[in-house]
Antibody, heavy 120, light 110 residues
């Protein structure tokens, strides 16, 4: 069963750090490009970051560049998002997502999401 | 990178067709044939409906179809069913590894 399961969300104060994890199962994790996408309450989806299959290339939205770091450990079939200097506007449900194997930038597998609340 | 523009809401009666637009720029939708559409039900993760403008993943009914003209992509849902009542999101590749989403459209089946 193909599955992504995010964890690590919670309530955090502004300017603090949080690390999200997303272990994968049911597919060969190491061959897929992976992404993080978030959704603020009542809002649309917002792409955050992407990472190549080998982890050698990373890409970020301007809104998080320099504050968030995407990484992966293919030996553990896991994706991560290190979030530093968190702001109230980072409050959202964070999803990890798998990009289709054909590299068409469509996300064909999603986790259930983990909620992050940034508030003092 | 700016978000793609979608109408906040759309509606139709069972059996009818409805089309949802998604407007970008010449740097995203207009430049690449990598437009995707997602269906999202309340409290659930998005589900891929359309990839590469027109292609349906296996298991997606052919009532869902996609198209593109210039900087605007469209999702058409034909033969509306009550089960289609959900939020719909578009996305496009924007170059340099980046992806941009629209603001989402809430489809109400009356």
């Amino acid at each position: 069963q193909v599955q992504l399961v995010e964890s690590g969300g919670g309530l955090v104060q502004p300017e603090r750090t949080l690390r999200l994890s997303c272990p994968a199962s049911g597919f060969t994790f190491s061959v897929y490009v992976m992404h993080w996408v978030r959704q603020s309450p009542g809002k649309g989806l917002e792409w955050m970051a992407g990472i190549s299959s080998a982890g050698t290339n990373t890409f970020y939205a301007d809104s998080v560049k320099g504050r968030f770091t995407i990484s992966r450990d293919n030996s553990k079939s896991s994706l991560y998002l290190q979030m530093d200097s968190l702001r109230p506007e980072d409050t959202a449900v964070y999803y990890c997502a798998r990009e289709s194997i054909s590299g068409n930038h469509g996300f064909d597998v999603w986790g259930q999401g983990t909620k992050v609340t940034v508030s003092s | 990178q700016s978000a793609l523009t979608q109408p906040p809401s759309a509606s139709g009666s069972p059996g009818q067709s409805v089309t949802i637009s998604c407007t970008g720029t010449s740097s995203d939708i207009g430049r690449f044939n990598y437009v995707s559409w997602y269906q999202q039900r309340p409290g659930k993760a998005p589900k891929l409906l359309i990839r590469e403008v027109t292609k349906r993943p296996s298991g997606v009914p052919d009532r869902f179809s996609g198209s593109k003209s210039g900087n605007t992509a469209s999702l058409t849902v034909s033969g509306l069913q009550t089960d289609d009542d959900a939020d719909y999101h578009c996305s496009s590749y924007a170059g340099s590894g980046r992806v941009v989403f629209g603001g989402g459209t809430k489809l109400t089946v009356l």
